[in-house]
């Protein structure tokens, strides 16, 4: 199960309810200082909202590894750091299904689809005031980056969020609240599959 959203949008919280095991996907940001990473256009701030600032393929291949062994290796990242600080092991014993959620899950929902792994993929969605206030608030709560990048960040996902809800749509996500999202889950974690657009 894909869970997708902008960030903010309440990922970890519908992920933690629904009582899955939960693959974080925000643990595959590429380090600080690679220097593939993107840039905010017209700054130096870099755009860790960007999908090149994240490692697909590893993505990828740790889900599969779920799928077909029931455990993974998977880095330990300190988003204030912007760095991985370890590793650990994953492991979800024989449950058939687990959730891999994050801002960029999206990104994968073909490639896992292509590849028969994927269950579903939803968007959350809670309206971009909501969701500025809830991300600043929790950033600020973990001291993930200074307050200014983090005022500059939210105007600029608040301006951005219906846009970034679109594409992930486009990209193969269903787009709901947080009630549908937990029946979704449920329904999928008792076997039944909510749409005939749903791959198995």
Known sequence: MLLCGPSGSGKSLVAARCGLPVLRLDDFYKEGDDPTLPLVAGSADIDWDHPGSWDAEVAVEAIARLCA????????YDIGRSARTGEDVLSIGRTP???????????????????????????????PVTTFRRRFLRDLKEGRKSVPFLLRRGWRLLRAERAIIARQVALGAHACGRDEALGRLAAAAAGRRPQARTAA
């Open 69 to 76: 062994t029931g455990s993974t290796g998977v880095p330990v």
């Open 97 to 127: 299904l687990f959730i891999a959620e994050g801002i960029f899950a999206a990104e994968i929902v073909e490639r896992c689809r292509e590849r028969g792994l994927l269950a579903d993929a939803l968007c959350l969605t809670r309206g």
